[in-house]
Structure formats: structure tokens, C-alpha cells
């Protein structure tokens, strides 16, 4: 039984709820993905130069990344070589391998846990650019905690654009949960000092905070998210523990190239990529793995507040690949 099988039988054994909604929300990245590796395996019984073309240029349009595919592609080759394999439709289960592989090394460990405050409140600063998400993800972040049983509070630090603070209220009002605002334009670090000073104060488990999701110069949001960093740092040890940057999967590779000069700057420990659902270029989460070396921790599988899910390599390789041929 090779490698693809045994993932296939060991998700398919655990079946749940979050299964069900990895394979829901991968629909479109599946059907571009193995829909095409198939034909591809149709087309070519033989293995040769052509075939492995067509393939590098299918991984490519999955939004994998060149660099990435470039590495997949040689390896798979030695792996022709090596286990002398003769059809292309045998080389499907090489390649989840070797996917699965190369996520699983590189970059941080996977390891889905905030990293939370054992004495005091926990501190999420959220980034990332306008309309990624971000208010949403910290909606159904908010939501997960409140069902754990956690006091959450949310803290409306993009004074900078017009109607955020008043989105995020609406949530908050929704959630049953407290919420520290800011006045239009008023600097964020003030807020994020009276969010924190309550959190304290009233035995608050968990605070997040937003940000403005403008891109400026790497000096200026460099300049400002020191300062809410000291701000949140001086008020509570250790904090922010955790900097999470939300990455929108339907923007492909521009979305890559975005979070990664946005990360440079803040300093991004772990990533929500959201509108899963939404994207037929899933190979999105192993190009974010390439550039940006941070673990995704949450993953955005529909519009429901419980849509957000920790993310798991091994559902996602299945929910991606699982209708491709040669995997007997």
C-alpha cells in the first residue's frame, strides 16, 4: 500500500465533522487539482520530458510556487529512477509524498496551539492587509475561545479605517463578548493600553487585538507595530503571545508575495489563511510554507462561525488529492 492510500484509510478511519468540511471546502482546489493530474495520466503511459513538463506547469497553476515545484519535480524524478517506476499514473502517489514531505519539514514545527499566558491574560495582535478577512477571523477566534469556556475581549485597534471599529462592535454585540473601542484616528496603542488594563483588571482570559491593515512603508508599520508591541509588552508580560497574520488563499501568489513583506515587518508567529472554500489554487498553504516559513494554524473552511478550524496537513492533503487516480 503506498503512502497516498494509507493517508486515504487513516482520515477516511477518523472521519468526523472537520473531515467532512476539509473535503467541502477543498472542492474547487481538488477539482482543478486532480481533475487535471488525471487527464495528465491519461494523456502520458509512458513517462518522459513532456510529461513531467505538463506536470511542473499543473503544480505551477495550483499556486504551489516555482521554487517548490522545481523541488518536487526533481525529486519525483530521482524516485522514477531509483524505484524504477514505468506508468504516470503510479507517480500520483510519489508526488503527495513528496508534498506531504516538504511541508512537514520546512519552516516551524506545526504545531496548532496558541501559545498561551499562564499568568495573565493571553494576547493575540491580529495583522494583515484590508480585506483579507481579519475582522471575521477574529470573530470566529473569539467564537472558539467563548465555547472553550474562556473570557474573551476584543480590542478595536484600526482607528485608521472607516466603519472598522463599529464592524468589529457588531461582532462583539453578536458574540455576547466585551469590547475596548478607539475613537475615529485615535492612536491604536492608546486603545490596546486601556484593552489590556481592563483585561487585567476584570480576569479576562484572552484579548484580541486588531490592527489598521494598511500597507505603508516597511519603516512606518515597523515604527507603529513596535510601539503597540511595547505598549501591550510593558502592561503584560510576554505579550503579544501570539501575532497571528490572516492571508486571504484567493489572492494566490500576490497574496504570498503581500504577507511576506507584511511578516518581514511585524514579525508573524503563526498565519489564518481564510476563504479556503472560495479558492481553486489550494496549493497555496505549501507556497506560504516556501515563503514565509510560519505555521498555519487556522484555516478558513466556510462562512460559519464554526468554519474556522486548526489546520491539519493530513486533511488537507486528502481533501486535495483525494479523488486522484494511482493511489492503489
Not at 518536487?72 to 529512477?81: A, F, G, L, N, S
Not at 508580560?237 to 489572492?251: F, R
Not at 511585524?266 to 516559513?293: C, F, P
Not at 460559519?304 to 486548526?310: F, G, I, S
Amino acid at each position: 500500500m503506498g503512502f497516498f492510500s494509507k493517508l486515504k484509510e487513516k482520515v477516511f478511519g477518523k472521519s468526523n465533522a472537520r473531515s467532512e468540511k476539509y473535503v467541502a471546502a477543498l472542492d474547487k482546489s481538488r477539482s482543478n487539482f486532480s481533475t487535471k493530474l488525471n487527464a495528465l495520466a491519461a494523456r502520458y503511459r509512458e513517462i518522459n520530458e513532456d510529461y513531467f513538463d505538463e506536470l511542473e506547469e499543473i503544480l505551477i497553476e495550483a499556486d504551489i510556487g516555482v521554487k517548490i515545484v522545481m523541488e518536487i519535480i526533481e525529486e519525483t524524478k530521482k524516485e522514477v529512477r531509483l524505484e524504477k517506476i514505468k506508468t504516470t499514473t503510479d507517480i500520483n502517489e510519489t508526488l503527495v509524498d513528496k508534498m506531504f514531505v516538504y511541508y512537514a519539514k520546512g519552516g516551524e514545527e506545526m504545531d496548532t496551539e496558541i501559545k498561551m499566558n499562564e499568568n495573565g491574560p493571553t494576547v493575540i495582535l491580529m495583522v494583515g492587509v484590508n480585506g483579507v478577512g481579519k475582522t471575521t477571523s477574529i470573530a470566529k477566534l473569539a467564537y472558539r475561545f467563548k465555547n472553550e469556556g474562556k473570557k474573551v475581549l476584543l480590542v478595536a485597534g484600526d482607528t485608521f479605517r472607516a466603519g472598522a471599529v463599529e464592524q468589529l462592535d457588531v461582532w462583539a454585540s453578536r458574540l455576547g463578548v466585551e469590547i475596548v473601542k478607539g475613537n475615529d484616528k485615535e492612536d491604536p496603542s492608546s486603545v490596546y493600553y486601556r484593552g489590556v488594563n481592563k483585561a487585567k483588571e476584570d480576569g479576562y482570559d484572552i484579548v484580541i487585538c486588531d490592527s489598521a491593515g494598511r500597507l505603508q512603508t516597511k519603516t512606518n508599520l515597523m515604527d507603529e507595530l513596535s510601539k503597540m508591541r511595547r505598549v501591550l509588552s510593558k502592561e503584560v508580560e510576554g505579550a503579544p503571545h501570539e501575532v497571528m497574520l490572516v492571508i486571504d488563499a484567493t489572492t494566490g501568489q500576490n497574496g504570498v508575495i503581500q504577507a511576506s513583506s507584511f511578516a518581514k515587518a511585524t514579525g508573524v508567529d503563526s498565519i489564518i489563511l481564510t476563504k479556503m472554500d472560495s479558492t481553486s489554487k489550494g496549493g497555496i498553504i505549501l507556497s506560504i510554507r516556501e515563503e514565509l516559513g510560519i505555521p498555519v494554524k487556522y484555516i478558513g473552511l466556510g462562512e460559519k462561525l464554526d468554519d474556522l478550524e486548526e489546520f491539519d496537513l493530513e486533511e488537507y492533503i486528502y481533501g486535495l488529492c483525494m479523488n486522484m487516480e494511482g493511489d492503489k
